[in-house]
């Protein structure tokens, strides 16, 4: 397999999509604004390029997986604005509010390119294990001809036009966000009466409390293990976000409501490059005296 394919963002999530990406075979081309990320990417086999224009210039399908929504429109009108995008894909696995996401398909669609909406739920490790959950917005034709790629990197359902893959990852967060908060309940919880609480992600897996953020969080939160698999500024963005896209529409929240406080709080008290497992430490730990 010889395709190359163009990769911006190189932080924890890129890390794990290229590398993904090389052991399948791909040749990968990547840029990050970051130059101990470029250095990084390099040393796995990624041929780092100048600019993203210079990545555009070399691959036929590009994908984006940056932190914020900035971010992504500034990459987009780069990549516009570089004359190689006719007939190109790009591909944003980025968690990009639905209103740019318009926008920049659009921007896309002008210079003769096709825009897919792609955000992911997995984090790294599921990223580089090619087990992420992928939720597609776009056109048909296009997600179904950037399908082998996709499927290589996680199981892809394509949820509809431009802005359903983002609308579908805000159902993601506003399960999987809360859930961090529910969890580190149930572990003081588990404290307070003398519980083995290495235990309870064993003991609950069979039952209707079991999810992934109690199987791969909790244990965290039991270790008091922080060291960024995520960082608490995303998961934050990330609230703020639905915060936001549900205000437009005027849903109520209440739980989702209750996280972000938790989330703004935790990074207001100088936590944002943790990860996001210690919001456990909000809750105060059991008196055992």
């Known amino acids: 397999m010889t395709e190359a394919v163009g990769f911006i963002g190189l932080g924890l999530m890129g890390t794990g999509f290229t590398s993904r990406l ?3 075979g791909y ?3 990547g840029f990050d604004l970051d130059e101990d990320r470029r250095q990084q990417a390099q040393d796995r086999g990624v041929e780092v390029a100048a600019s993203a224009s210079e990545v555009a210039m070399k691959s036929d399908t590009m994908a984006i997986c940056v932190t914020t929504t900035a971010a992504v ?3 987009v009108e780069e990549l516009a604005g570089s004359g190689q995008i006719e007939g190109k ?5 980025s968690t990009t509010e639905m209103e740019t996401t318009q926008k920049v398909a659009a ?3 002008e210079a003769g390119g096709h825009f897919i909406d792609a955000p992911v739920s ?3 490790p599921a990223a580089e294990a090619g087990t992420l959950a992928i939720m597609a917005g776009g056109d048909t034709q296009a997600v179904e001809a950037a399908r082998p790629l996709l499927e290589t990197l ?3 359902t394509h949820m509809g036009p431009t802005g359903a893959g983002q609308a579908t990852k805000l159902v993601n967060q506003a399960l999987c966000l809360t859930n961090y908060c529910i969890v580190a309940e149930g572990l003081r919880l588990a404290e307070a009466y003398g519980v083995d609480a290495r235990k309870v992600p064993e003991a609950l897996e069979p039952g209707l409390g079991n999810s992934a953020v109690l199987q791969n969080i909790f244990p965290r939160m039991v270790e008091r293990d922080y060291a960024p698999r995520g960082y608490a500024r995303q998961i934050l963005k990330d609230l703020e976000m639905l915060h936001e896209a549900t205000r437009k529409q005027h849903i109520a929240m209440p739980m989702a409501a209750t996280a972000t406080t938790l989330f703004r709080l935790l990074v207001a008290q100088g936590h944002s490059e943790l990860d996001g497992a210690a919001v456990v430490t909000l809750y105060p730990e059991p008196d055992k005296s």
């Open 22 to 24: 090389l052991a399948a």
């Open 107 to 109: 921007l896309m669609a």
């Open 154 to 156: 996680g199981r892809l």
């Open 73 to 75: 429109a500034a990459v």
């Open 122 to 124: 997995g984090g790294p």
């Open 27 to 29: 040749k990968v081309v």
């Open 89 to 93: 894909r790009i591909i944003d696995f």
